[in-house]
T-cell receptor
Framework: KQEVTQIPAALSVPEGENLVLNCSFT??????LQWFRQDPGKGLTSLLL?????REQTSGRLNASLDKSSGRSTLYIAASQPGDSATYLC??????????FGKGTRLSVIA | GAVVSQHPSWVICKSGTSVKIECRSL??????MFWYRQFPKQSLMLMAT?????????EQGVEKDKFLINHASLTLSTLTVTSAHPEDSSFYIC????????????FGEGSWLTVV
């Protein structure tokens, strides 16, 4: 059974810092991995999707990497801003099954 | 891009009543939809997999008679919380798998349910 773990559970950084969020999964037979952002009381916003054949994806200040063989992904946020404060969720898609989510990392960027 | 619409966004109901939440795929067909529940500061937990034209598959510990799922068309799945109680208060999110790609999944905006 696929399990997804996110570290750290919470993170507080001053504005402008670069930061890394970690995600690990137990079964490397995945179709893709997706990073989401969730603001309090809101739904999910898809940030980046990495196919199993890809190593990384970039969107603006965000860069996500995938090492499928080791079961790891990282989300790198450059020059963090207070507006980046949210919970970041990592989810694994193993094909014809529902996404499996990690518990998320709650990020606070302090001005 | 593909959109999944979830309605209502917020609902308050009295204990003992039933509440229906709709999940619609607006510009694609979805044979399969998923319902998740999220308690405060917790991650999303899959409740059930909804398949068009057949019975939903419920995760262990989810009462199928309490959380009724109907997937009557390729663009609509509904979740009905029957005889709601305060402990059912939660954030419910649906997602839909795009039949065109087979593995791309889009999420709705979620529905906040408060049972008083």
């Amino acid at each position: 059974k696929q399990e997804v773990t996110q570290i750290p559970a919470a993170l507080s950084v001053p504005e402008g810092e670069n930061l890394v969020l970690n995600c690990s999964f137990t079964d490397s037979a995945i179709y893709n991995l997706q990073w989401f952002r969730q603001d309090p009381g809101k739904g999910l916003t898809s940030l980046l999707l990495i196919q199993s054949s890809q190593r990384e994806q970039t969107s603006g200040r965000l860069n996500a990497s995938l090492d499928k063989s080791s079961g790891r992904s990282t989300l790198y946020i450059a020059a963090s801003q207070p507006g980046d404060s949210a919970t970041y969720l990592c989810a694994v898609n193993s094909g014809n099954t529902p996404l499996v989510f990690g518990k998320g990392t709650r990020l606070s960027v302090i001005a | 891009g593909a959109v999944v619409s979830q309605h209502p966004s917020w609902v308050i109901c009295k204990s003992g009543t039933s509440v229906k939440i709709e999940c619609r795929s607006l510009d694609f067909q979805a044979t399969t939809m998923f319902w998740y529940r999220q308690f405060p500061k917790q991650s999303l937990m899959l409740m059930a997999t909804s398949n068009e034209g057949s019975k939903a598959t419920y995760e262990q510990g989810v009462e199928k008679d309490k959380f009724l799922i109907n997937h009557a068309s390729l663009t609509l799945s509904t979740l009905t919380v029957t005889s709601a109680h305060p402990e059912d208060s939660s954030f419910y999110i649906c997602s839909a798998r795009d039949d065109r790609t087979g593995n791309t999944i889009y999420f709705g905006e979620g529905s906040w349910l408060t049972v008083v």
